[in-house]
């Protein structure tokens, strides 16, 4: 059997998120899979450090070739075979640009943009064969726990969507050099994928949210806010709530419901810093002789056991980065099209700053739709709509 391609990859952004994808690219590299050809990031003490930690990783029997690079250009002169860029959302845009324009696959991490603005003229700069070369990194598209609750909700298993709750509490506050576009935006970006997931990436019509500022919180940021509280109502009627903070010392804790006209899904409540995750699907009404609220299935799945210095995120998602990552370059090699492409890139920005503007303006509600009054459904539709709105 031919051995299997083994692909040149960059890393442009090396700091918090692009040192995790660092880390699960070294692994590859120790299982042959993959060259590591470039590591780069235009603050040069992040690179050292970065290089420094991949070196550790990668230990002296593997012979270190990669170029260290200031700018996403001088990586894509290198023409490696694809690139995740992980720098500071200012830039996602701009840097994935280098890129694709030389026809060099991107995995990028959310949100694909600072500002509607700026997705739109990104997607506007790309040639059409390009757009199918990028590919937003919502790594809860590769959570076991997800997926399993996923195929209970697409089996039918809950009946119909009537509401949805997400949460998503950090254990300690956002680093000093942490660039946010506002907590709002920041932390309901992977809600909102999660949440629209459910909905078959549809957009909601109506965005609302509430944000607040608790005590005895160090804002390193200057969000203003540690708690933000998102209302999304779909055509159907069907709402989903979005609870973000940064201020859960006891630990971190993710997780959703789903509730349904036949059941519901629980997956993810919290027991403790970094315990199993698990995963209930509870059936039954206490109609047609069936009893009310019976566990029907459930599941465990273990976290993934880190350093006191890895990002909060990291027990919890670390086996979902590295299987996002996997996919990616594995869609690459065969030349397949790539997931969680631009559409859904744009859509999950728009209701992200949609909220965020919301909890700027003391909870006003948001329609989604066009000047004229009708569904957002391109992007065009968005620009219009963010520009009638003033919102980012």
């Not at 083994?6 to 299982?31: D, N, Y």
């Not at 609750?149 to 509490?169: K, M, N, P, T």
């Not at 920005?349 to 009054?373: C, K, W």
Request: overall charge negative; some cysteine; hydrophobic content about 40%.
């Amino acid at each position: 059997m031919a051995e299997k391609q083994k692909l040149r990859v960059g890393v442009f952004g090396v700091g918090r998120m692009g040192r995790v994808h660092l880390e699960h690219l070294i692994q590859f590299v120790r299982t042959n899979e993959v060259e590591v050809v470039a590591i780069g990031d235009r603050d040069s003490a992040t690179l050292r450090t970065a290089v420094q930690l991949a070196k550790g990783w990668i230990g002296k029997e593997y012979p270190l070739n990669w170029s260290l690079c200031d700018s996403p250009e001088m990586m894509a002169a290198q023409m490696p075979d694809a690139v995740v860029v992980a720098s500071r959302t200012a830039d996602h845009a701009k840097d994935c640009l280098a890129f694709v324009s030389q026809s060099i696959p991107v995995l990028v991490e959310k949100p694909l943009a600072n500002s509607i603005q700026e997705a739109i003229s990104f997607c506007q700069q790309l040639e059409q064969h390009q757009q199918h070369l990028v590919q937003v990194a919502f790594q809860r598209h590769y959570d076991a726990a997800t997926q399993l609750a996923g195929r209970w909700f697409d089996d039918g298993l809950i009946g119909e969507l009537q509401q949805s709750h997400h949460v998503l509490q950090d254990k300690n506050p956002t680093p000093p050099s942490y660039q946010s576009c506002g907590i709002t935006a920041d932390m309901a970006i992977h809600l909102v994928f999660e949440a629209m997931r459910f909905h078959r990436f549809q957009l909601p019509c109506y965005v609302q949210s509430l944000r607040f500022a608790a005590p005895f919180y160090p804002d390193l940021a200057g969000e203003g806010a540690n708690i933000v509280h998102v209302f999304c109502t779909w055509p159907d009627s069907s709402v989903a709530h979005l609870w973000g903070s940064r201020i859960n010392k006891t630990g971190y804790d993710n997780g959703f419901k789903l509730i349904g006209t036949q059941g519901r899904i629980d997956v993810g409540e919290f027991i403790g810093d970094f315990g199993d995750i698990h995963v209930k699907l509870w059936r039954g009404t206490g109609h047609d002789n069936s009893p009310r609220g019976h566990l029907a299935d459930s599941r465990t799945f273990p976290m993934t056991k880190s350093g006191a210095d890895a990002p909060d995120f990291y027990a919890r998602f670390a086996a979902s980065y590295q299987a996002e990552l996997r996919t990616f370059l594995e869609r690459v090699r065969l030349a397949e099209p790539l997931e969680i492409g631009l559409d859904i890139g744009w859509k999950t920005l728009l209701v992200a700053n949609t909220a965020e503007a919301s909890s700027r303006r003391n909870g006003l509600g948001f329609e989604l739709a066009t000047p004229e009054g009708n569904p957002i459904v391109s992007l065009v539709d968005a620009e219009a709509f963010a520009r009638q709105h003033s919102i980012q």
